[in-house]
């Protein structure tokens, strides 16, 4: 049974750019989270999909936008890259949302903007 | 608003010392509450959960009790080996306003042979 699985792994950009981050949710789970974890922090949320739309967002600008899809993997757009946004990006699964829900962790994508 | 604080690392320990890493949270009622744990160069595992006052959780000899009196959650672990350096981080999920977790800075910890 595969875990949550996240593509690419490393990525160079540099500013003004758009990327887009790829995750897939472990088998069973609908619901994915994406994170943002900057070196030496916590990882910060930034929005959570179930049934293909937004159901939660943090605090982050419109910049960063995703897409869930009807086999349920995600995608996270990140547009006018700055600096500040690289960070190590992280997908989470579970099933349906729920507070007291485990979140699987993909191993995360390594984004890197120059 | 919601925020978890814990203790500041690093945590170096020698093999077979005790373990205690502080967490402490703020939220409005009653939330659930984690610990995740990141192995170099992975991405985080679960590590135990409590999701009511007076709950401990635990899993391979890490422990945590869900303290409303006192909004703690410190992780506790009787003997440490080499293998659990890692970075350890406190979250919680809030049952009011949304699912959004929210995690502490984390604690690195080293253990010495």
């Known amino acids: 049974d595969a875990g949550v699985t996240q593509s690419p792994t490393h990525l160079i950009k540099t500013r003004g750019q758009q990327v887009t981050l790829r995750c897939s949710p472990k088998?069973?789970?609908?619901?994915v989270s994406w994170y943002q974890q900057a070196l030496g922090q916590g990882p910060q949320f930034i929005f959570q999909?179930?049934?293909?739309?937004?159901?939660q967002r943090g605090n982050f600008p419109d910049r960063f936008s995703g897409h869930q899809f009807p086999n349920y993997s995600s995608e996270l757009n990140v547009n006018a890259l700055l600096l500040g946004d690289s960070a190590l990006y992280l997908c989470?699964?579970?099933?349906?949302?729920?507070?007291?829900?485990?979140?699987?962790f993909g191993p995360g994508t390594r984004l890197t903007v120059l | 608003g919601n925020s978890v604080t814990q203790m500041e690392g690093p945590v170096t320990l020698s093999e077979e010392a005790f373990l205690t890493i502080n967490c402490t949270y703020t939220?409005?009622?009653?939330?659930?509450l984690f610990w995740y744990v990141q192995y170099p160069g992975e991405g985080l595992q679960l590590l135990l959960k409590?999701?009511?006052?007076?709950d401990k959780g635990s899993n391979k000899g890490f422990e945590a009790t869900y303290r409303k009196e006192t909004t703690s959650f410190h992780l506790e672990k009787g003997s440490v080996q080499v293998s659990d350096s890692a970075v350890y981080f406190c979250?919680?999920?809030?049952?009011?306003?949304?699912?959004?977790?929210?995690f502490g800075a984390g604690t690195r910890l080293f253990v010495k042979a």
């Open positions: 989470a699964s579970s099933f349906r949302i729920a507070g007291d829900n485990e979140q699987f």
């Open positions: 088998s069973g789970h609908d619901t």
């Open positions: 999909y179930y049934e293909e739309e937004e159901r």
């Open positions: 939220a409005t009622g009653y939330p659930s």
């Open positions: 409590a999701t009511k006052a007076d």
């Open positions: 979250a919680l999920t809030p049952l009011t306003g949304g699912f959004k977790t929210i």
